[in-house]
């Protein structure tokens, strides 16, 4: 059921290594080290360009630091309790547009707690019952993610949402682990080992990039993409997948014919203006193709073709002619229809009715 609401929703555009290899660079790198590291990793980056990321000094030790422009700042969380002393393990993961910080730390007892920084200020998260906890993200709402792991031995997903959290699982699972949140609330990561999800209020969709296993989505945007790894043929690759809009309504039509009336009925053959406009809205997937059809009680005189749409307007002439039989009291109509198909396969049609007139 997970898969058939996930190829109804989503469609996964994968990005193979030996593709991007094959293609031109489309990017600039600019490289950067925290002075004296060993190893240094960005891990997060806002909308304003502050980067957050980790480095291990020469000692072994581990702290996080915020890149602004060329501004550089390393930080860790204070120990409780400790003057002057730090937890020498802090590794943070995620910044927002507000420049709040989330990420986790080590304390002296060797427990990992999470943590959110405002500014100065660091807050200790924990989960009710948790002994180990882990923040991930935290979107522009204040609203943070993150993975704990319970007393019984079980890992749990959570969201913290000003100090309140709530905590989920997976259906099923014995594992949830959340990675990213965006400011719809959308939330993405991985569980019971080898699949993806995405968490919209309670409702949970598996994220399987087709053809792999072990998909593990670790960031969703605020356009609803999502981007993580899989284990495909050429190994752990990237993914990036994007939902598909579903375009249930039909494109909208307006038609009118001029003259409307053909009068008097002499037999003479008088050109019909038949104009309007073909669109699918903003959402649409677009009009495909569009087709009108003269259909005549009579059945004699019932030209049809395809519709010249240009920006979404059209105008053609099909010439009728303006006769009736003597006895038809109601006089002669002719309808115009345009049809006209979106690329979902959506049909909308529109009537006009040219009449030749008794009196
Ligand atoms: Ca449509
Ligand atoms: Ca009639």
Same mark, same amino acid.
């Given at each position: 059921m997970h898969r058939a609401l996930l190829s109804a929703v989503l469609s996964l555009s994968i990005l193979l290594s030996t593709l991007a290899a094959a293609q031109d660079a489309s990017y600039t790198f600019t490289t950067f080290t /925290?002075? =004296?590291?060993r190893y240094t990793a960005a891990n997060g980056m806002n909308t304003a360009g502050q980067v957050v990321g980790v480095f291990q000094n020469a000692q072994g030790e581990t702290y996080g630091f915020l890149k602004d422009g060329a501004t550089l700042t390393t930080f860790d969380v204070p120990g409780p309790g400790? /003057?002057? &002393? =730090? &937890?020498?393990f802090t590794l943070p993961h995620s910044i927002n547009n507000a420049g709040q910080i989330v990420g986790w730390f080590r304390d002296a007892s060797g427990v990992d707690h999470g943590f959110l920084k405002e500014g100065e200020t660091f807050t200790q998260i924990d989960p009710p019952n948790a002994i180990f906890t882990s923040a991930h993200s935290i979107n522009d709402d204040g609203q943070i993610v993150g993975w704990y792991r319970h007393t019984e031995l079980r890992d749990h997903g959570f969201l913290d949402d000003d100090g309140t959290f709530t905590t989920f699982d997976a259906p099923g699972a014995t594992l949830t682990v959340p990675y990213g949140i965006n400011t719809a609330g959308q939330i993405v990561g991985y569980y019971s080992g080898d699949q993806g999800f995405l968490k919209e209020g309670n409702t949970f969709t598996t994220i399987a990039v087709p053809g792999g296993t072990d998909t593990k989505p670790y960031g969703i945007n605020n356009a609803g993409q999502i981007v993580g790894t899989f284990s495909g043929p050429g190994g752990y690759q990237g993914f990036v997948a994007t939902p598909v809009k579903v375009d249930k309504i039909p494109p909208i039509i307006t038609v009118a014919a001029s003259p409307a009336t053909l009068s008097p009925p002499n037999g003479r053959l008088v050109p019909v203006t038949v104009s309007g406009t073909i669109t699918d809205g &903003?959402? =649409?997937? =677009? /009009?495909?193709a569009s087709t009108y059809q003269v259909i005549d009680e009579y059945g004699q005189i019932q030209p049809s073709g395809s519709v010249p749409l240009v920006n979404g307007g059209y105008s053609f002439t099909v010439t009728l002619q303006a006769s009736r039989r003597g006895n038809d009291q109601d006089g002669r109509h002719y309808t115009i229809a345009v049809s006209a198909r979106d690329n979902a396969g959506n049909l909308g049609r529109a009537l006009a009715t040219v009449t030749v007139p008794r009196n």
């Open positions: /925290v002075p =004296g590291a400790w /003057v002057n &002393t =730090g &937890t020498k &903003t959402d =649409g997937s =677009g /009009v495909q």
